[in-house]
T-cell receptor, first 109, second 117 residues
């Protein structure tokens, strides 16, 4: 079983739409969680950390549900520039970081 | 820009050869993690170095090894290269060594693209 499971998509949405990505993790002792964004042939870049209380950064909202072992990312009012691959990341005991396979998003004019 | 640099940017090797990839961490960071990213996949954690010691390792064979230097830069060495080692190798710089409960953010370098023929 993979440490992190993520729907690869692709998600194709029109500009202005709201889109949500989910990611599940298998290790209940996982201790920190992140969303990264990766553009084609570029390195991953931190989008936001994910906290139990949920956190918001402009159009982006991240949630963590420890009981169900999933994290989510909500993007409101999608822009063309949001087109990218979104990667969820989990840090498990023993200090190992596990990435999902990434979810591809294309925002269409 | 993250301030994390990697060299070389591209590399072509043949099966059985050895390769060394290099990473300079962001100023003030004491931790470097290495990842392998195959085409269409997420990055796979190879290992992490914190203050010159290995501080966590993923599911990679011993022919993947590393070093961290006193200035916190790092090397990834891969021996006996196989075709499946062809990938983008990313290093990520952070501060904290993954201490329990510490919400550690990693900053990635641009990567080295390795092709094994």
């Amino acid at each position: 079983r993979k440490e992190v499971e993520q729907d690869p998509g692709p998600f194709n949405v029109p500009e202005g739409a709201t889109v949500a990505f989910n990611c599940t993790y298998s290790n209940s002792a996982s201790q920190s969680f992140f969303w990264y964004r990766q553009d084609c042939r570029k390195e991953p870049k931190l989008l936001m950390s994910v906290y139990s209380s949920g956190n918001e950064d402009g159009r982006f909202t991240a949630q963590l549900n420890r009981a169900s072992q999933y994290i989510s990312l909500l993007i409101r009012d999608s822009k063309l520039s949001d087109s990218a691959t979104y990667l969820c990341v989990v840090n498990i005991p023993g200090n190992q970081f596990y990435f999902g396979t990434g979810t591809s998003l294309t925002v269409i004019p | 820009e993250t301030g994390v640099t990697q060299s070389p940017t591209h590399l072509i090797k043949t099966r059985g050869q050895q390769v060394t990839l290099r990473c300079s961490s962001q100023s003030g960071h004491n931790t470097v993690s290495w990842y392998q990213q195959a085409l269409g996949q997420g990055p796979q954690f190879i290992f992490q170095y914190y203050r010159e010691e290995e501080n966590g390792r993923g599911n990679f064979p011993p022919r993947f090894s590393g070093l961290q230097f006193p200035n916190y830069s790092s090397e990834l060495n891969v021996n006996a290269l196989e075709l499946d080692d062809s990938a983008l190798y990313l290093c990520a710089s952070s501060l904290g060594g993954g201490l329990a409960g510490f919400q550690e953010t990693q900053y990635f370098g641009p990567g080295t693209r390795l092709l094994v023929l």
